[in-house]
Structures are given as structure tokens and as C-alpha cells.
């Protein structure tokens, strides 16, 4: 019995040889026995869900997953929410390490390679037990970390997109002699100005034609390159890898100040160029990992650094008090994080499975050029868990666990570089941050159980967590262009707690599968961009407050395996969300998602070939925050098919996927750009094909 249960530990470990789930549905034990593993509500998808699903974005290819959004900011820049939290409410891990930009940005993506993702876990509500601070919300967890097994294999895949006409080409080479093996992989793409269902917008109260209904300057491109080697034993393994995320992209340019009414920049002379304004991030990472295991017990660790470059490039126009800037860096940020993870676990009994841990993450932040958003910061946190897993039978088991952490940081005082009138009119400097040097103390913990009477497995899980206050949100003093307001941080703010209570109600039959996923969680202290009515700089007000907040919710799936090769399934999730005190109380939150559903028809043909119909509708969204505006309902129509063909030692694989077929005009509430009456992409067509040997 202590064997089997080491060889389990050991599969969820490496996470090399796991069969990893593409889009059908899982039914039997198999399925059972997945759900067993933890109360939390998880969902785990493999390379071949993001490929048939894609659309664009990481984060857009993931939306179909009830409970999670992507809140987009033009075609090619995305950020993943889980159950409407998202930014620095969800920890993104890439192989077990947290994924550390600028994430506090809302014009920005994940500086991620979606091409290089094995498999893909998303773990909604609080993993501040394994994480710390940043997942109070959930996690998303990517890996990239699957062994090769022959001396040498390889992917190819070329890629495109219809509505902004990208293209691209992404290789894997590995191979495996023995103990050591390698891994390569190069990832390039580019594409052009998207179009939208609309010949014109309006930005305070100006109205701005589009050229053929194209969004101006949204183009851009990405280059991506990463390199692993490592060795392996049957006790031991040890791989390191660097990777690099380069990308450029324009800023529509209307939304970057109504002053480039008056550029001499020819925006609409072609869809490709990339004008000012544009932004730039470069996102490297050195990263090791080893694993050791032996009788009864597992060790990881893990040490990282990542250097996040990220600029904003714009016309040198005056804006108030601000005179003419000598050049076009608006902002640079420099942010530098040094990370390191100790982990094990140990097999007290044939019942309880003890797992502990220690980490430490530094940051180091520097900002540069003439346009002041964040101040320079540094941030040390440290953390330490406790978690037992006690296994009653084979129906039933209990998990709990504690987490202390401590955070502190130091944020540097900024003064501008030009004289704004004080109260009595005397040109003065005016300081827009002041120096701030802030300790974070937390206890966390969780306790759940999960059981499987029969074809049921009900799992429950109640918990604590936490998150530290960013530096943003203490000392952001500045305009944020891109989503069109202006921010204010405050210094006292507390850290965010959180009280949540989570449950799963799954039923697995042979022909039918349901899942029900409540969650309810209280936050006494939910740190948020309140909307005022004031403008600063012609730009709407936003400060940085706190309130409590309660929220509730659920996501729903159910699965009917009418044929074997015919399958229909209809998904869903709401989310409600009230704010209990503060000058917005009865209020929800800004952004907050509406009610959304979605009906599936999935037809598979012999030899690894489906085609899906799909339809996605979201509700009216009404539950606003003053001045906020409600956003009405919309449905889209979708299609994809794919098919892989065996050409003796080479498998080709061709998918296809027609998004808003209609090519309705619709808003999605969590856009920025919504607020300026810019509506989602039309009539889209994604063609990927791919060549594995």
C-alpha cells in the first residue's frame, strides 16, 4: 500500500506521464478518481483543448471554461479572471513558479508562449496556501514541463487569424538519450489592425470614424524562444530553462488622448505599421527546478529569476501643467524577481500524506520616462505551509492546512520633473508619492473534505486568505491612457482578507456527467478603483479604496452523451457581488462580469476528428457602480472542426474555428473599451494546422 501511494505522489509530482484531458468529457473512475484529489474546484485541460479553442490570447482561449474570463485589451493582449478576480487576485505559476510582470497593467497580456503549454490547471477560489498573497482569487497553473521519450521528436504549427490577418509559426524540437534530454522551442507571430462591427466611435462626446470599420494602430508582433535541458533518474531529476517573451503593439490611438487628432502620423495608411503610440515588453526568465524522491517521500526546489522590461512610447505632446517632454518614452519599467521554493512530501501512514513547504520571492522595480503612473518599489515575501491530506478509504478523504506569511515593502518617494500652480498659485514640484515602508504579517488557512457515495463525488472546502496591498495601489499618483482614467492610490490601505466557502456536486454516469460548483466569500476589507464624479487632466477621476464586499456564485456543466460519437453539453456561471459599507454600499463592483451561458454540440468522427457548434450568450448587465453604465446582453454563434492525419511516422493535424458568425455587434462588460463605445471583434476565422513527428 505505502508503494502504490508513492507512485502516486511521484505521477502527480513530475507531471510527466499524467493523461491529460483534451475537450470531451471524462466518465467512469477515471473521472472519479480525479475529482478525489483535492475539495478545492479545479479544471485541468491539455494542449490539445488550447489548440482546438484558439483564440487569439492564452487568457481567450481559456474563457470557455466556465468561471474563468479574458479581459482583452485589443486583439493580441489578454489577462486571464477567475470568477471575475483577476490582475493580482490570481496567481499565474508557470511550472510552479509564479509568473511576475508588471500584472498590475491593464493594457498588457501574459508574457507566456501559449504554443509551449503542455497543460493548463486552473484552480478556482483562494490558493493562498501554496501561493501566498496574489492567490486569493485562485490560480492558474501552466506547465511546460513534459519529458520527451524518443532521441528525437518534434512539433511544427502554422497559424492565422482572419479578423486582425495574423499569421504565424511555432517549432518544438526535443529528444531524450538515457539520462538527458533537451527541449527547444521558437514561437513568432504578426498581425495587423482588427476590425469591429462599426464605421465610428465616440470619445467624449467626439465622434471618430474608423476606416473600414479597423480599430487604428492595434497591430503587432510577438517573438518567443525558450531552451531546456535536463537530466533524469528513477530517484532523481533536475532541468533548467531559460525563455524569453518579446512582444510590440500599438495602442488604438484614439484612446490614447484626444491629441492625436492633431498628429501627422497617417494612422489609417496601412493595417500593419505599428505607430506611436506603442508599448514593448520583454520578459526573461532563468529558471531551475530539481526533484528528488525516495521511500516515502518527495523534495522539490526551485530557484528563479525573471527580468520584466516593459515601455510605452508616445508622441511628446503637453498635457496640463506638463510641458512639451524632450522624447517619446512616456514610461519604462525595470522589474526584476529573484525567487525560491523548498518542498516536500512525506508518507506519515497509508492514511495521511503530510506536505510542507518554504518560499521566498524578492521584487525590485524601477520606472523611468516622463509619464508617472507607479513609483519605484522593492517587495520581500516569505511564506511558509503546512497541509495534511487524510485519506479515510477510497471514498473518502480529508485536507487541511496553515500558512503564515510575511510581506514588506518599500516604495520610493516621486516628485515631477516640471512645476505644477499649488493652492496659492506658486509653481512648486509637486510630489506624487511619497516614500512608504509598509510590513504585512498573515495567518491562512483551509480545511476541506472531499466523498463518493456511488456515481456522486461532493467535495467542500472553507478558507482564509489574504493580499497584501500592491504598490500601485499605494502610491499610484497618474493618468492611465489606455482605459481611460485617472488613478489614485492611498498608503493606508490594509491588506485584503478573504472568507470563502466552496463546494463541487459532481455526478458521473455513463451517459451523463453534472457539475455544480457554489461558492460564497466575504471580504472584509476589498481594496478596489472606486469612480468619481471629479475629472483631473479631462480624465475621470478613480481612487483606490476599501470596502466590504460580499460575493456568491456558481458555475454549472451538464453533459449528455447522446451517441458515441455524438455529445451535447450546456455550461454556465453567475456571479453577485454587493458592497456592505463605503460611499458605494448596496453597489456591486466595477467590471463586474454578467451572467453568461453556453450550448454545445460536439460531433466525432472515427480517427480523432470533431466538429462543434456552439452558442454563447451573456446576460444584461446592470449591477453598476455609479458612473459606470449597464451593458446589454448578446449571444454569438461559433464553429470549429478538427482532424489529425496518420502519414506513417508524421501525424498532421488541421482546426479550424468561425467565431461570431453572425458578426453581431455586442459589448462585453469587463472591457475597457467598452467605454468608449468600441464593440467586440466581428466575423473571425482561426486556421491552425500542425505537423508532429
Known amino acids: 500500500m505505502i508503494a502504490s501511494i508513492l507512485a502516486a505522489v511521484m505521477l502527480l509530482q513530475l507531471q510527466d506521464t499524467v493523461q491529460v484531458l483534451g475537450p470531451a468529457t471524462i466518465y467512469g473512475e477515471s473521472k472519479r478518481q480525479e475529482l478525489m484529489h483535492l475539495s478545492l474546484g479545479s479544471v485541468e485541460v491539455g494542449r490539445n483543448y488550447i489548440e482546438n479553442n484558439f483564440s487569439g490570447t492564452l487568457a481567450q482561449s481559456l474563457s470557455s471554461i466556465p468561471g474563468v474570463q479574458a479581459r482583452a485589451i485589443g486583439s493580441g493582449q489578454s489577462k486571464p479572471a477567475i470568477r471575475g478576480l483577476g490582475f493580482n487576485r490570481i496567481a499565474v505559476a508557470v511550472d510552479g513558479i509564479k509568473h511576475e510582470g508588471q500584472q498590475w497593467g491593464d493594457d498588457h497580456g501574459l508574457e507566456i508562449d501559449q504554443f509551449a503549454v503542455d497543460r493548463v490547471e486552473v484552480v478556482k477560489g483562494p490558493g493562498a496556501l501554496m501561493y501566498g498573497s496574489d492567490a486569493i482569487g485562485g490560480v492558474l497553473g501552466i506547465y511546460t514541463n513534459y519529458l520527451p521519450i524518443k532521441a528525437f521528436e518534434g512539433r511544427v504549427k502554422l ?73 533524469v533518474s528513477p530517484s532523481f531529476r533536475n532541468d533548467f530553462k531559460v525563455s524569453e517573451t518579446w512582444s510590440k503593439s500599438g495602442f488604438f490611438a484614439n484612446a490614447h488622448g484626444l491629441e492625436v487628432r492633431l498628429s501627422e502620423i497617417d494612422y489609417d495608411a496601412s493595417r500593419r505599421d505599428i505607430d506611436l503610440p506603442w508599448q514593448s515588453v520583454s520578459h526573461l526568465t532563468l529558471h531551475n527546478h530539481s526533484h528528488l524522491h525516495g521511500e516515502g517521500f518527495t523534495l522539490d526546489g526551485d530557484v528563479a529569476w525573471q527580468l520584466n522590461h516593459r515601455q510605452e512610447r508616445s508622441e511628446p505632446v503637453s498635457h496640463g501643467y506638463m510641458p512639451t517632454p524632450p522624447d517619446d518614452l512616456e514610461r519604462d519599467f525595470r522589474k ?37 503612473i507607479i513609483p519605484d518599489f522593492e517587495t520581500l515575501s516569505t511564506g511558509l505551509y503546512l497541509t495534511d491530506r487524510h485519506t479515510v478509504s477510497e471514498k473518502l478523504n480529508f485536507n487541511a492546512g496553515l500558512r503564515y506569511d510575511h510581506v514588506y515593502t518599500d516604495i520610493h518617494g516621486y516628485t515631477d520633473w516640471f512645476t505644477t500652480p499649488d493652492e496659492d498659485g506658486t509653481p512648486a514640484y509637486k510630489q506624487r508619492s511619497g516614500d512608504i515602508s509598509r510590513h504585512f504579517d498573515s495567518f491562512t488557512w483551509s480545511a476541506g473534505l472531499a466523498w463518493s457515495p456511488g456515481r456522486w463525488v461532493l467535495k467542500a472546502n472553507l478558507g482564509k486568505s489574504f493580499r497584501v496591498p500592491i504598490p500601485k495601489e499605494l502610491g499610484a499618483d497618474g493618468v ?50 472606486n469612480p468619481g464624479s471629479n475629472y483631473y487632466e479631462g480624465l475621470q477621476m478613480y481612487n483606490y479604496t476599501q470596502a466590504e464586499v460580499f460575493r456568491s456564485g456558481f458555475e454549472a456543466q451538464l453533459t449528455w452523451k447522446v451517441l458515441s460519437c455524438l455529445e451535447l453539453e450546456a455550461k454556465g456561471e453567475y456571479l453577485y457581488a454587493r458592497q456592505l459599507s463605503g460611499a458605494k454600499k448596496g453597489y456591486g463592483l466595477p467590471f463586474s462580469p454578467p451572467w453568461k451561458a453556453g450550448f454545445d454540440a460536439r460531433y466525432t468522427f472515427p480517427g480523432d476528428g470533431f466538429v462543434l457548434m456552439d452558442v454563447r450568450i451573456a446576460g444584461r448587465q446592470d449591477e453598476i457602480v455609479p458612473p459606470e453604465k449597464p451593458t446589454e446582453g448578446w449571444y454569438t454563434l461559433n464553429f470549429s472542426a478538427g482532424k489529425s492525419f496518420s502519414l506513417g511516422p508524421v501525424v498532421l493535424k488541421a482546426a479550424v474555428q468561425l467565431e461570431n458568425l453572425l458578426n453581431r455587434r455586442y459589448y462585453d462588460h469587463t472591457s475597457y473599451y467598452r467605454l468608449i463605445g468600441v464593440p467586440e471583434p466581428g466575423r473571425n476565422a482561426s486556421l491552425m494546422l500542425g505537423l508532429e513527428f
Open 159 to 231: 497559424f492565422g487569424r482572419s479578423n486582425n490577418l495574423s499569421g504565424g509559426l511555432s517549432a518544438r524540437l526535443q529528444g531524450r538519450r538515457e539520462h538527458f534530454y533537451w527541449k527547444l522551442h521558437l514561437t513568432g507571430s504578426d498581425y495587423a489592425d482588427y476590425k469591429v462591427p462599426t464605421d465610428e466611435i465616440e470619445y467624449y462626446s467626439y465622434r471618430i470614424p474608423l476606416k473600414d470599420g479597423t480599430l487604428r494602430n492595434t497591430a503587432g508582433l510577438e517573438r518567443d524562444a525558450s531552451l531546456t535541458l535536463g537530466y
Open 336 to 372: 526584476h524577481t529573484l525567487t525560491g521554493k523548498l518542498g516536500g512530501k512525506i508518507i506519515l501512514s497509508e492514511k495521511n500524506l503530510l506536505q510542507t513547504g518554504l518560499d521566498a520571492e524578492f521584487q525590485h522595480n524601477r520606472r523611468g520616462g516622463w509619464g508617472f
Open 480 to 529: 492611465n491612457y489606455h482605459i481611460f482614467r485617472y488613478e489614485k492610490g492611498s498608503a493606508e490601505l490594509k491588506p485584503e482578507q478573504s472568507y470563502q466557502a466552496d463546494a463541487s456536486i459532481n455526478w458521473i454516469g455513463k451517459k451523463l456527467s453534472f457539475r455544480l460548483d457554489p461558492y460564497l466569500n466575504l471580504f472584509p476589507n476589498y481594496i478596489y478603483l
